[in-house]
């Protein structure tokens, strides 16, 4: 490639000149090429040991001029060809016009303005300005698209010296790390190890140390385990390749590929050596984290953060943190876990002042809301900075009236008094807290339903006076008055000031009169709910009415949902819950409805109008509680394997009796999608979800390792999974909420006691108590980084239950084994996979929809196949091949999708490898026939048919084929006409009752074949047998068979006599080696030497 010129003085150390002229001088590395002895063997070690840009150009060009001893390099090469192709165009287009130059430092001039003129033209649509990488990572990543034969596509996101360890020796060399590969590249004494893993086979990524690989990386694969040691800084790079491995992942969970965020802000002046997708990636992750810690929705972007100190009223401090902006929240989070976190939504904003600075408070800025709260913080660092960004978010807030945007120099944005008359868009967005609800929005938009304004418990409970519950009723009756002065203290509402007092109120329990506002506030829901107005009544529009499969799973389970609570013993209830689950079914096709969202379902509607439980399930479903509900439950699966993970570090004594009996498995995911609410009495379960929309995940995992600690002894003495069931089963069921004022619900499960001893009760309190006395270690970002070892865990093993499926559900006759079968279904995911790496703009090449059955899953376009077809087929045909290819696939492609599956695939491979003589003969008849053979095709061979007399059983034969398409297309239609009816799938279930009936197809029921058909069968039959050891008695044989009459019997039986061209199509071929081939391919990196190169182009 083309180098801006730099100076070079001493021009020939390390470097050998292989072509000169007057101008300019060829040289290439010593340890390059051929020869080289002890001298190369010591420049190629230092190459990779010192530095990483050395190897990308063992070729250079040299700009001199003859009376200086100053160099200039203007290009480099990784090969001969390429730097002779620059070598060949300065001699053609500069040696002419240099010669007529009399001064040389006018030659240099021209030269240098010629090459940056070439390099400005190249790069110029390359990269949009702002976003280029540097040069030297530009020279990195050339390198190992080179070394390893990477696509143009194929991303370098960053590269690290470090030690790969074969055996017991360490290899010194580069760790590249792209968006789908981790590649290594040593060179050591004349020794290379070359490696290429894909991140989406990677099956376990783990820092550790011991005392052989001492602070190292372990990288497994299902065939392989990988140590990378000694980097300069292992965290990051540890870091980095769990965001690589973790797209990975959420590539094969639901087939989304990675794609560069172009609303996360960049920085003004990017680091050196950090490509753009680094510094994305950087910027992904504090946005997740920011979101995260603070509740928001998925699309917020972080724009900054900055150190800060916030004044806290409550206990008059000035606490030390850090304050987030992002552009429709101002957040802060003090240094010190539980002292303060803060939420101010943009939208709740008034005035943003800059007050007069002092030693005692220094730079502060003053923030006022709609509810009358202002907010202190101060030690801002650039805070005149700070306060224009605000006041560019603010301008592009909606719903502001006019006058808010600018105001004098102290105050930076003054925006009308809270008094003045807000606009009319505002009024949806006016309250700060659910504390008024949303009840006339709701009714203009939505049905007139009494859940449209309230939560199910209000209409179904009885109006039963505090002071006629006694006890219970003064508790109740003090936790209120607790909140209300929590909320006159800390505020009420988005903004609160959330402190570790906020937690011990949640502990103590949510009255039930505040329960629907603070799991709105505490979850982010509202926030979703405000900004999104009129959006739920009009999804409940569209989803009336509309037939899914998630629909049926709905209406089936709709009476099971807490079926003992009154509110869902009438046509009221029933009919709320339906509309929520159907309308968020209609909002998330992908999720769509899964078993147990039920009943977490109607408990959000008794305490929250439909609107506010509909958004209480967005933020479970998509937010705190991530790939929960989907078809797979891998979230819970996840969150399971972290369980198994703390019983071992917490409970050893119980963890390996736990494994044997074989109950984690059986207990957790109950216990996690329901959130205890199935297998607990609905008073206490509502204590914990309580805890849940405050703590998140952290304490459904505390309290289910209190649950199992409390039951040790009696867990221990059991023999069987039955009767460790059983202990839990009544434990759970007896788990009482004393201070309840609502009338006891009776809990379904029925009550597993074992004798005659009545079962001891066992206080909700006590129990989250003991889990925070005895659990509290737990931390959400440890609970993250177990997420993510286990998710590799998880998502591996339903790959490999996958493969399991699809290659059982491959006929037993196809002729490979189980061990070609999953050979060729990993060739075949992979070709696919490919698709989506390097951002495939083929038409046909769709995303995997994970929800489809694992045979339909993966599935390839005519592109894709003819690469596999190329590289596995025992019938070669040289540049024959492609055709050969498309006329199998549309021959495979039975539903016209232009789209195969692997069943369809394999088929096709069996026919040519392990069919009969006439099974194979007939194939390569068919591929010769309408539809494998296209219209196009079939007139190509015209020119040859004046050889042959004519035939009118083509004209028959296209006859019969319009026929055959007009009804399918008659069916086709029809299928789509009762798409949405149940019938379509007693329909599909004829349909592969259908497949299922062997019918044997004799050559007789072949149709006729017409002469451009012929034509083109020969034409196939002579490019397959070149290069055949047989191939002019190959030849000699066709030569008879095509001589004979058109008819299809004579065709084939003339073949069969012919015993040259028998012994040919009953040669064994091994498929296992082009498969191990063809995944060589896959992982494509070159290991040729320049000793291979230079002989070739000797």
């Known amino acids: 490639m083309w180098l801006g010129p730099e100076e070079v003085l001493v021009a020939n ?13 060829l040289q290439r590395r010593r340890g390059h090429g051929k020869g080289g002895g002890l001298t190369g063997l010591l420049v190629g070690t230092l ?6 840009s050395a190897r990308v150009a063992p070729y250079r060009i040299l700009h001199q001029t003859q009376d200086s001893q100053v160099y200039w390099t203007v290009a480099c090469g990784s090969s001969r060809k390429e730097i002779t192709k620059h070598w060949e165009w300065l001699e053609n287009n500069l040696l002419q016009t240099l010669s007529i130059f009399d001064n040389e430092e006018d030659i240099t001039t021209f030269v240098k303005g010629k090459i940056h003129g070439i390099i400005a033209e190249e790069n110029k649509n390359l990269q949009p300005q702002g976003d280029e990488d540097p040069g030297k990572f530009k020279e990195a990543e050339l390198k190992m698209r080179k070394q390893f034969g990477m696509p143009e596509g194929e991303k370098l996101v960053n590269y690290y010296s470090c030690s790969y360890w074969k055996g017991r020796v360490p290899r010194q060399g580069w760790l590249y790390l792209t968006v789908n590969h981790l590649c290594f590249y040593s060179f050591l004494l004349g020794k290379e190890v070359s490696l290429v893993v894909q991140w989406v086979d990677v099956t376990r990524l783990e820092k550790n140390a011991t005392l052989l690989f001492p602070e190292s990386i372990r990288v497994d694969t299902r065939d392989q385990e990988l140590f990378f040691s000694m980097f300069l800084n292992i965290s990051e790079t540890f870091k980095l390749m769990e965001q690589l491995a973790n797209l990975a992942m959420r590539q094969l969970l639901d087939s989304e590929g990675f794609l560069e965020d172009k609303a996360l802000p960049r920085p003004p002046r990017p680091h050196r050596n950090i490509s753009a997708l680094k510094r994305d990636l950087d910027a992904r992750a504090k946005n997740e984290c920011y979101c995260a810690t603070f509740r928001l929705p998925g699309d917020e972007r972080l724009d900054g953060h900055t150190g800060c100190t916030l004044w806290t009223p409550f206990n008059k401090l000035h606490i030390p943190g850090q304050m987030f902006i992002s552009s429709n929240y101002i957040c802060f989070a003090s240094k010190e876990e539980d002292a303060c976190h803060l939420i101010i939504p943009l939208r709740e904003v008034t005035i943003v002042e800059k007050a007069d600075s002092s030693s005692v408070l220094p730079s502060p800025l003053s923030i006022s809301t709609k509810s009358k709260m202002t907010f202190l913080f101060a030690n801002l660092k650039d805070r005149d900075f700070l306060v224009q960004r ?57 049905q007139e339903a009494p859940t449209a304004s309230q939560g199910l418990l209000k209409l179904f409970q009885r109006n039963t006076p505090m002071e006629d519950l006694g006890a219970k009723g003064a508790k109740e009756k003090m936790k209120e008055e607790s909140w209300h002065i929590h909320f006159f203290e800390y505020g009420r509402g988005m903004c609160m000031y959330r402190t570790a007092r906020t937690r011990e109120l949640v ?53 099971r949902s807490m079926p003992e609570h009154p509110a869902f013993q009438n046509e009221l209830g029933i009919a709320a819950l339906r509309r929520v689950l159907t309308a968020y079914a209609f909002r998330n096709p992908t999720i769509g409805y899964c078993q147990a969202m039920n009943i977490v379902t109607s408990v959000l509607l008794l305490y929250g109008s439909e609107e506010e439980a509909f958004w209480l399930l967005v933020a479970l479903c998509e937010r705190m509680l991530p790939d929960y509900y989907n078809t797979r439950v891998v979230g819970a699966l996840v969150d399971q394997g972290i369980f198994e993970e703390l019983t071992r570090d917490f409970l050893p004594q119980l963890s390996e009796k736990m494994q044997d009996l074989g109950v984690i498995p059986s207990i957790s995911l109950s216990w996690f999608l329901t959130l205890f609410l199935s297998v607990m009495p609905f008073e206490s379960a509502a204590v914990i979800v309580d805890c849940f929309f405050y703590e998140g995940i952290k304490v459904i995992l505390q309290v289910a390792l209190a649950i199992l600690d409390a ?15 059983t202990v839990l089963g009544r434990y759970l069921d007896n788990v009482v909420n004393k201070q309840s004022v609502s009338p006891p619900i009776p809990h379904l499960h029925a009550l597993l006691t074992s004798g005659d001893d009545p079962p001891e009760e066992v206080d909700i309190f006590d129990l989250l108590k003991m889990s925070y006395e005895k659990f509290s270690s737990l931390r959400a970002e440890d609970i993250e980084q177990m997420r993510f070892k286990q998710r590799l865990k998880v998502i591996q093993s339903l790959e490999d239950t996958a493969k399991r499926s699809v290659v059982r559900a491959i006929p037993g006759d196809v002729g490979f084994s189980i061990e070609e079968l999953e050979d060729l279904y990993m060739v075949f995911k992979a070709k ?47 540049s024959h091949t492609p055709v050969l290819a498309g006329r199998m696939f549309r021959l495979l492609d039975e539903n016209k999708d232009s789209l195969i599956n692997f069943k369809e695939f394999v088929t096709g491979m069996s026919r040519m490898y392990h069919g009969d003589l006439t099974e194979k003969l007939k194939v390569l008849y068919k591929l010769h026939l309408p539809p494998a053979l296209s219209p196009e095709e079939a007139e190509s061979a015209l020119e040859a048919t004046h050889y042959f007399t004519e035939n009118s059983s083509s004209e028959e034969a296209l006859q019969q084929e319009e026929q055959e398409g007009a009804g399918n297309d008659i069916q086709e239609k029809r299928r789509e006409e009762k798409g949405t009816s149940p019938p379509e799938y007693r329909h599909y279930l004829r349909m592969w009752a259908k497949e299922k009936e062997v019918q044997k197809e004799t050559i007789k029921d072949l149709p006729k074949m017409n002469q451009e058909q012929f034509i083109e069968l020969c034409k196939t039959l002579y490019n397959m047998f070149s290069e055949d050891p047989m191939e002019q008695d190959l030849y000699h044989a066709i030569a008879t068979v095509a001589s004979l009459l058109l008819r299809i ?15 040919f199509f009953e040669k064994r071929v091994d498929i296992g080696l082009k498969i191990k081939d063809q995944r060589k391919v896959e992982r494509q990196f070159s290991t040729s030497s320049d000793h291979e190169q230079s002989a070739v182009l000797g």
């Open 390 to 446: 605000i006041s560019d978010f603010l301008q592009k807030m909606p719903s502001k009236t006019p006058g808010n945007s600018r105001a004098g120099r102290k105050a930076s944005i003054v925006d009308s008094a809270p008094e003045s008359s807000p606009a009319p868009q505002e009024v949806s967005e006016q309250p700060a807290s659910p504390t008024s609800p949303l009840g006339g929005l709701q009714r203009s938009h939505a």
């Open 711 to 725: 039951n040790m002894e009696q867990l221990l003495g059991c023999n069987d999974e039955g009767e460790a069931m």
């Open 832 to 878: 696919q996979l490919a698709s989506q790496y390097w951002g495939s703009s083929r038409p046909a090449a769709v995303r995997r929809d994970p929800s489809l059955p694992y045979l339909e899953q993966y599935r390839i376009d005519t592109n894709q196949f003819q690469e596999l077809f190329a590289s596995l087929t025992p019938w070669a045909c040289g």
């Open 47 to 52: 190459d990779v040991v010192l530095d990483s």
């Open 13 to 25: 150390a390390l470097w050998v000149t292989e072509r000169a002229n007057p101008f300019f001088v």
């Open 1049 to 1063: 019997g004579e065709i084939l039986a003339s073949i069969l006599t012919e015993s040259v061209l028998v012994n």
């Open 507 to 559: 502990l103590k329990g949510i009255p039930e009169s505040l329960r629907g506002e603070l799991w709105l506030l505490f979850s982010g829901a509202w926030n979703e709910m405000v900004t999104h107005p009129g959006y739920y009544a009009e999804l409940v529009e569209k989803s009336t009415g509309k037939y899914s499969l998630a629909t049926e799973e709905i209406e089936r389970d709709l009476h």
